[in-house]
């Protein structure tokens, strides 16, 4: 069952300006805000036939450090694998790319006052709680990670689980039988502080 939470209000319009490549929407967004659109994700699932891995460095991802809100977003057909044919299985059979070309998390920062407060001193512990939306299929997730501020840029590890079928993900059951039931998601991020600058481009 799909399971839904509200929507995140401004940070979704930034998701959909991050989506279309247009950069900052405007002056509100030039204080405490991070971007990039070269993150990093890896997932690996143990198989007793074959491990599955595969890596992607086109994430593009934004942090309100002012309200703790988040977003990321992923295009399924960067993501790289080691064999050939995994990467065609994976991209025309399992994730249909070319009908769902993203993924996409929308959320927030738990206890994000506390959090940042902190986080221009010391490295954060956080869990952010939101909407993964991938497949067509959206459920509510927690995602674990760290946040650091480092040379003036905002550098984010965050790792967590999904399972497949939580969103409508078909393998075959010959396959099925062989793998875990869980893919693990590792997330590496560094961001930029949006400039003034930036935002104040047409």
Same mark, same amino acid.
């Given at each position: ?12 319009i930034l998701l959909a300006w991050l989506l279309l490549g247009l950069g900052s929407p405007g ?21 007793? +036939?074959?491990? @599955?891995?595969?890596?992607?460095? =086109? ?15 992923? /295009? @399924? ?17 399992? +994730?249909?790319?070319? =009908? ?8 927030? @920062? ?22 993964? &939306? +991938? ?10 990670? &760290? ?13 967590f689980n999904v399972a497949p079928a939580d969103f409508s993900i078909d393998i075959p059951l ?6 875990? =039931? ?13 400039? /003034? ?6």
């Amino acid at each position: 069952m799909t399971k839904l939470i509200p929507s995140v209000g401004r940070l979704g319009i930034l998701l959909a300006w991050l989506l279309l490549g247009l950069g900052s929407p405007g002056q509100a967004w030039a204080q405490g805000k991070f971007m990039t659109r070269g993150g990093h994700i890896s997932f690996f699932s143990a198989s007793i +036939m074959e491990d @599955i891995e595969a890596r992607n460095d =086109k994430v593009a991802a934004v942090f309100d450090l002012a309200t703790g809100q988040i977003a990321f977003s992923v /295009p @399924i057909h960067e993501f790289q694998f080691k064999r050939t044919l995994m990467q065609e299985h994976f991209n025309e059979n399992y +994730m249909e790319s070319e =009908k769902f070309p993203k993924a996409t998390f929308t959320g927030q @920062i738990n206890n994000a006052a506390q959090v940042l407060k902190q986080l221009p001193t010391a490295t954060q512990t956080v869990e952010a709680e939101g909407n993964l &939306t +991938m497949h067509g299929v959206t459920h509510k997730v927690l995602v674990t990670g &760290t946040l650091q501020v480092r040379d003036g840029q905002l550098v984010v590890f965050a790792y967590f689980n999904v399972a497949p079928a939580d969103f409508s993900i078909d393998i075959p059951l010959l396959v099925r039988e062989h793998i875990a =039931k869980s893919v693990s998601v590792r997330i590496n991020l560094t961001c930029d502080a949006v400039s /003034p600058a930036l935002v104040s481009q047409p």
